[in-house]
Each structure stands twice: as structure tokens, then as C-alpha cells.
């Protein structure tokens, strides 16, 4: 079973940038299409960006020209570059593979200021 842990979230002001970071222990991981959700209180846990193994990537729509996915298979990390921030963004951010078949991780908490 794999163990995820994120990290790189923070406090930013509206229009700032963050770099999440998710390492991946235990699993074949660069033969999985990876994915990042993120949910915020009261809400349900949406998906955000996914990646395949061939390095594919689509975004949420609300997302797309701000946010990059990416993956290092070698270091087992996929990473989630988030620019232009938006108090909407505000939510726990989480990895998984695209059919979340792994256990979740502790999440990042990512909080936006306007």
C-alpha cells in the first residue's frame, strides 16, 4: 500500500504562487496516472489535475492556465504548480493515483487571502 505525503502549502495573497510537492513510498508509482483533488470546508473533495504515465495532463476547468502537474518518477513525487491564486483555491490539497486507489494522505493546507 502506498504512503503519500504532501507538502509546500502555506499562506499566500491573492495572485501568489505555491508549489505543492506529494511523495509516494511503496508503490510502483511511474506506472500510475497520478492525480491532485483538494477539498474545502464544506465541500466535497473535487479533483483538480491529473497526469498520466505518459504525461498527459488535464485540468479543472477553474484551474486550467494557473495550474501545472507534474512528475518526477524517478524521486516518486508529482508536483502541483499553482500560480495566479485565488481565495477560491482555499482548500486541503491532496494526491492520489486518478482512480483514488490509495489511502490519502494528511493533505496541505493551502489558504489564499484576497
Known amino acids: 500500500q502506498a504512503q503519500l505525503v504532501e507538502s509546500g502549502g502555506g499562506l499566500v495573497q491573492a495572485g501568489g504562487s505555491l508549489r505543492l510537492s506529494c511523495a509516494a513510498s511503496?508503490?510502483?508509482?511511474?506506472?500510475?496516472?497520478l492525480a491532485w483533488y483538494r477539498q474545502a470546508p464544506g465541500k466535497q473533495r473535487e479533483l483538480v489535475a491529473d497526469?498520466?504515465?505518459?504525461?498527459?495532463?488535464n485540468y479543472l476547468d477553474s484551474v486550467k492556465g494557473r495550474f501545472t502537474i507534474s512528475r518526477d518518477n524517478a524521486k516518486s513525487t508529482v508536483y502541483l504548480q499553482m500560480d495566479s491564486l485565488k481565495p477560491e483555491d482555499t482548500a486541503v490539497y491532496y494526491c492520489?493515483?486518478?482512480?483514488?486507489?490509495?489511502?490519502w494522505g494528511q493533505g496541505t493546507q493551502v489558504t489564499v487571502s484576497s
Open positions: 497526469i498520466t504515465r505518459g504525461y498527459s495532463t
Open positions: 492520489n493515483t486518478r482512480r483514488a486507489i490509495w489511502s
Open positions: 511503496g508503490t510502483f508509482f511511474s506506472i500510475n496516472h
